[in-house]
């Protein structure tokens, strides 16, 4: 049985979490690798929707063992109300059924404030973070100043690190940031202390259970959060987010070797989306961004923030499928494009007048950089309740076909609707190890 790893290719939003939870059926272990509360699923099930932020989504299917690895940042209270609007539909959050690696990054909250001050203060340079504090955390942990999920069992340590960093932040608060807001180390302590009580049972060395679950021949999924675009290293930096999202991070956040690796699946839209600042090649800003933006319903579902939307970017997928590694690409929304008379497919940029191959380094390039365009033949039928490639309209296929030919990846699937019975695998290589219809 193999370990597959599940990324998004663009820039975020893709519908990884429902094409996971596709995958978990016959998972022993659904590892969330990086991000924190910034990434929010939407997974359906006979019509019942359910968000999730921090928990892998496998915890939707009966048995299927949850896990965050060391790479997460973890904001507790955010865990916790997600934890109790999983109740709420009967799904318990068992130490049977999640766990966390005892490496993990706490966020706390003086990282959202120096998130939110941070942003308020780029005025016009904005990133348009989700200011839920993962930057501030992320550095933390690089520095060696995080307080980790394992600091918290110790008390007399955990006070030394909450008045040392409490100390810290209010300073830096105060002083660079001009901000008033200032944080009680008593408060953070008790807290603290709370989160204790409540996550003990929970902590487990995840690499270990990794390991084990390898050598047991177990069918493993690493889930990413974001997309490649936004990754800390290889993104449209500055406008990315302040984590690696690239599969390979897996093995690092995991704590596993690369040679573990079976597959790695690459989620992408049938179109391109982006939330927040930063350059976007294929941007539609006219009726057809708007159409897409309406049909796809194109808001995010931790900000609630209408997302950029344009076409399909061949050459930054094509960037996402090198950085890595991808096997096969699930196309997500297809069903969004119904109804366009013409598609375009971004298949080339010039910049300064010459084709160029690649995205360019500097954001400031980016910005500059114009998409050529493919046209191809829309299709008017409901797909949305195709099941196999062979039941699409042949325009649809073309469209498919074409992506994959451009782009020079093979598809492993599609879907043409937001529920689970939406979702039509084809990758063999994958359905011979899952067993999944
Ligand atoms: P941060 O991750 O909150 O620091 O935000 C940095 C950038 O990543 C912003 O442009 C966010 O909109 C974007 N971002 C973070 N998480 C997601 C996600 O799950 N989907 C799409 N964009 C995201």
Known sequence: ???????????????????????????????????????????????????????????????????????????PHALLEEMKSLEDIDIKVTPERFGIAGEVTLILPYHKAIDGERENLRAGGRIGTTRKGIGPAYEDSVSRDAIRMADLFDEKHLRVLVERNVAKKNKYLKSVLECDVQFSPDEIFDELLEVAKTFKPYVTNVSSEVDKAIKADEFVVFEGAQGALLDISHGTYPFVTSSNTVAAYACVSGGFGPKAVDRVLGICKAYSTRVGSGPFPTEDTGADGDTLRDVGKEFGTVTGRPRRCGWFDVKAVQRAVRLNGIDSLIITKLDVLTGFSKLKLGTSYVLDGKKIEDLPVSHLDIERVEAQYEEIDGWQEDITAVRTLEELPSAARAFLDRVSEVVGCEIGGFSVGPDREQTILLDAGLRSYAALK
């Open 1 to 75: 049985m193999p370990v597959v790893i599940v990324v998004g290719v663009q820039w975020g939003d893709e519908g990884k979490g429902k094409i996971v939870d596709y995958l978990t059926e016959p998972a022993n272990l659904v590892v969330r690798f990086q991000g924190g509360n910034n990434a929010g699923h939407t997974v359906i099930v006979e019509g019942q929707k359910t968000a999730l932020k921090l928990i892998p989504s496998g915890i939707l299917r009966p048995t299927a063992r949850c896990l965050l690895a060391a790479g997460v940042v973890l904001d």
